[in-house]
């Protein structure tokens, strides 16, 4: 929810900006990539949606791909660690509006911890799964879950 808070400030500090305002500072420390933290956010959501596509097809073999989805989430997270700032790209040019992320230490860390712990659920939960039904929609959900916390 933070790092929701966080892209949503982030929008409305460059709606802000494109109206003339002061937008957000960029920090010390090198600029973070948009394409690294774009796809960490997104992946988990793409992962969800590709678990329900497939059916029961992945049956509990989905936790495993849950769990490798948090594990890259994981790498690129921790490839952003030391940059700061805010990154976006144009969303509505006509408009000036922009889809920002701010990364900075606090957020790096979180979602080193979020994704850590997630892939350690995922596979906690492919064992402890193996003899139940659902699995579908539960890793579905795990990974919402996920992308809602990155």
């Known amino acids: 929810m933070r790092s929701f808070s966080r892209t949503a400030l982030c929008v409305a500090a460059s709606l802000f900006a494109a109206s003339g305002a002061a937008a957000l500072p ?10 690294a933290v774009s796809v960490a ?8 949606g590709a678990v329900l596509a497939s059916g029961s ?12 989805v948090s594990a890259v989430c994981f ?3 921790v490839t952003q660690r030391t940059a700061s700032g805010a990154v976006g790209i144009s969303w509505m040019p006509s408009l000036g509006v922009k ?3 701010f990364v900075d230490g606090l957020s790096s860390m ?19 799964m193996a003899h139940e039904s659902g699995h579908t929609r539960f890793y579905s959900s795990l990974s919402l879950f996920l992308g809602s916390f990155l």
Do not use: C, K
């Open 75 to 77: 790498s690129l997270v």
């Open 57 to 68: 097809r992945l049956g509990n073999r989905s936790g495993l791909l849950g769990a490798a």
């Open 26 to 35: 960029q920090q010390s420390g090198t600029a973070p990539s948009f394409q």
């Open 110 to 128: 979180l979602g080193i911890l979020v994704s850590g712990i997630g892939s350690m659920v995922f596979l906690y939960a492919y064992r402890y």
């Open 41 to 48: 956010v997104l992946l988990p959501f793409l992962a969800a």
């Open 99 to 101: 889809l920002s992320f």
